[in-house]
C-alpha cells in the first residue's frame, strides 16, 4: 500500500501540463484580491499616487514616477473607483505567482515544488497585505523577484546576454523605488565573491551598464532640478518614522512576517550557503544576506525586505522535492498545513487587510512607525475616514453655488486629505488643493486670490489651534463638519469655510510658499 501510494504520488508530480497548474495558482491569488477588494476604504497614500496621476512627470518629492502611470492607466480604463485602484496590485501579485512557478521550472523542479513555492507566496499575509495596496511596494517586489528570476536563468544556462533584460528591470523598478538600490548592491557585493564574477568580463555587461543608465537618467535630471528632493524627503522619513525601528524588531520581523513559510525559505537558505551541492545558487543567499544587514544597519522598515522572500520559496520548494523523496509526501503536506495554519492565524494578530475592523482590533497590540501602540494595524487604521472627507468637501463646495464655485480654494494639510479631495470631487470639478505636503507644494498658487477657502484640519500632525488662528486670517469662518470615526487614524478631523482671506494672510502665504518653493528650485 506505502509503495503504491508513492507511485501515485510521483505521477501527480511528473505528470504533463505545468502551465495549468501555474495558471490556477495566479488565478485564484487574482479571485481572493477581486473578491475583497472593498472591504476597505483607499489606504492614504493611494491619494497621493492618485494625485501625482494628475500630474505626470518623471519624478515627485517623495517617489519615482512609476507607480503614477500605472495609477493614470487605472483610472483612464476603470474611473476614480476603489477596484481600479486595487486592480494593478492584484495583477502583480498573480504575475508574482508565475514567476515562482516558472523558477521552480528553471531549476528543474516538478509539481509538488511548484505548488509548495507558490502556496508559500498566497499564503503570506505579508504579500496578501502589499498586493491590496496601491503603493510603488507591491512592484518594487515584482521587479525584485523578476530580477532574481533574470540572475537565475544567467547563472543557469551561462547565458550572458540576459543583461540587457536585468539592466532593464533594474531601470523600470528605479523608476518605481528607489530602494531596489539596495537589491542590486547586494547583487553586485555577491558577484564579486562568487565564481560567477566572470560575467562581468562580459560585452553585455557594460551595454548593460548604458541601458540601466538610460532609463534612469530622467529621474536623475528631475531631481536634479528640483535640488534633490528625495534626500529631504530621507532625512524627513529618518526623523519622523526610521528612528524608531529596533534591530530587535526588525530581526524577529524577519521571521514573522513569512511564518507561514519558514521551513522553506530558511531551510534554503542554509542549504544554499552550507551545502556543498549546492554551491552553484550561494549567490542568492549571498544576496539574501547582504540586503538583510544593509537595510538592518541602514535603519530600513522590516518590510522593506520583502522583495528578498520568494526566491528563497523557489529553493526551499525545490530542495524539500529533491531531498525528501522518500518522505516527500508526508513533508509536503504538512508545509501545506503550517501555511493554512499561519495564515488563519495572522487574521487574528496581523490585521490583514481582508478581515473586519473588529476582528483586527485588539487592546495596544499594534506598534505604528511613529513608536506608540495602538489598537488597530496602522494600515488599517489609514483605510477609512477619507471618502467621508472628499465627499463632505465636495458638498461644501458645491454649496456654493455656481456663482461662487470659480472662487473657492481648499486648503488640506497633508497628502492623504488632499489626494482624497481630488479623488472622490473629481465629478464636483474640485479645484486642486492647496496643501505644502511633498509634492503638492509644487502645484499650489504662489498667491490667494480668491474669496472663499475650504479648510481641511486635523489634529494628529502639529499644534495648529484652526478655531483661534482662522479667525485671524479670514473675515468669517465656519465649522461644518466633524469627521467621527473612531477606526479612523484622524479621527475628529474638522472642516471648515473660511471666507474673505486678509491681507495679512495673503502676505504670510505668499511668502511662505516663495520659500517653500525656492528651496527645491
Avoid at 481572493?32 to 491619494?47: C, G, M, P, Q
Wanted: net charge neutral.
Amino acid at each position: 500500500m506505502e509503495q503504491k501510494k508513492i507511485k501515485w504520488f510521483d505521477r501527480i508530480n511528473t505528470g504533463p501540463g505545468d502551465w495549468p497548474l501555474i495558471l490556477f495558482f495566479a488565478a485564484t491569488g487574482l479571485a481572493v484580491h477581486f473578491i475583497t477588494y472593498d472591504n476597505f476604504e483607499l489606504h492614504r497614500d493611494a491619494y497621493l499616487y492618485y494625485a501625482q496621476s494628475e500630474h505626470l512627470a518623471w519624478g515627485f518629492f517623495s517617489v519615482p514616477p512609476f507607480t503614477a502611470l500605472v495609477t493614470k492607466f487605472a483610472t483612464l480604463i476603470f474611473g476614480n473607483t476603489v477596484f481600479g485602484m486595487r486592480f494593478f496590485p492584484a495583477i502583480i501579485g498573480s504575475v508574482n505567482v508565475i514567476l515562482l512557478g516558472l523558477a521552480v521550472k528553471e531549476l528543474g523542479g516538478k509539481k509538488i515544488a511548484m505548488v509548495l513555492a507558490m502556496l508559500a507566496y498566497l499564503t503570506s499575509p505579508a504579500y496578501l497585505h502589499v498586493n491590496f495596496l496601491l503603493q510603488p511596494t507591491c512592484f518594487n517586489q515584482f521587479f525584485w523577484l523578476l530580477s532574481g528570476y533574470l540572475i537565475l536563468v544567467m547563472i543557469k544556462r551561462n547565458k550572458s546576454s540576459m543583461w540587457l533584460w536585468i539592466a532593464l528591470v533594474f531601470g523600470l523598478g528605479f523608476l518605481n523605488k528607489y530602494s531596489i538600490v539596495f537589491f542590486y548592491a547586494a547583487f553586485g557585493i555577491a558577484l564579486l565573491i562568487s565564481p560567477y564574477r566572470s560575467f562581468l568580463k562580459s560585452r553585455y555587461f557594460f551595454l548593460a551598464l548604458a541601458i540601466g543608465f538610460v532609463v534612469i537618467l530622467p529621474n536623475l535630471i528631475w531631481q536634479y532640478i528640483f535640488q534633490w528632493p528625495v534626500i529631504s524627503h530621507m532625512e524627513e522619513l529618518r526623523e519622523t518614522q526610521l528612528v524608531h525601528v529596533r534591530i530587535s524588531d526588525f530581526l524577529l520581523e524577519q521571521f514573522m512576517m513569512n511564518a507561514q513559510a519558514m521551513f522553506l525559505w530558511f531551510g534554503a537558505l542554509l542549504v544554499v550557503l552550507f551545502k556543498k551541492e549546492e554551491k552553484q545558487y550561494r549567490l542568492f543567499g549571498f544576496i539574501f544576506i547582504i540586503v538583510i544587514f544593509l537595510l538592518m544597519f541602514g535603519s530600513g522598515k522590516s518590510y522593506y525586505t520583502l522583495g528578498v522572500y520568494p526566491m528563497m520559496f523557489v529553493f526551499g520548494a525545490y530542495f524539500t522535492e529533491k531531498y525528501l523523496k522518500k518522505s516527500l509526501l508526508y513533508f509536503s503536506g504538512f508545509l501545506v498545513l503550517w501555511m493554512f495554519t499561519g495564515l488563519y492565524i495572522s487574521f487574528f494578530f496581523d490585521g490583514v487587510p481582508f478581515i473586519t475592523f473588529e476582528r483586527a482590533m485588539r487592546k495596544d497590540a499594534f506598534r505604528w512607525e511613529d513608536g506608540t501602540y495602538h489598537d488597530l494595524p496602522q494600515d488599517v487604521a489609514d483605510m477609512t475616514g477619507w471618502k467621508e472627507i472628499g465627499e463632505k468637501v465636495s458638498d461644501i463646495f458645491l454649496d456654493l453655488g455656481t456663482e461662487n464655485i470659480n472662487n473657492c480654494d481648499i486648503f488640506c494639510y497633508h497628502y492623504g486629505q488632499a489626494g482624497a479631495v481630488m479623488f472622490y470631487g473629481k465629478k464636483s470639478n474640485i479645484p486642486q488643493p492647496i496643501s505644502f505636503n511633498g509634492s503638492f507644494l509644487y502645484w499650489s498658487p504662489d498667491s490667494l486670490t480668491k474669496d472663499y477657502m475650504i479648510w481641511v484640519h486635523s489634529d494628529l500632525y502639529n499644534d495648529f489651534q484652526p478655531d483661534s488662528i482662522l479667525p485671524l486670517r479670514f473675515e468669517k469662518v465656519t465649522l461644518l463638519e466633524t469627521i467621527n470615526n473612531p477606526n479612523f487614524r484622524e479621527d475628529g478631523t474638522r472642516i471648515y469655510l473660511c471666507e474673505k482671506p486678509n491681507d495679512y494672510y495673503k502676505n504670510y502665504y505668499k511668502e511662505l510658499v516663495d520659500e517653500l518653493k525656492s528651496r527645491y528650485r
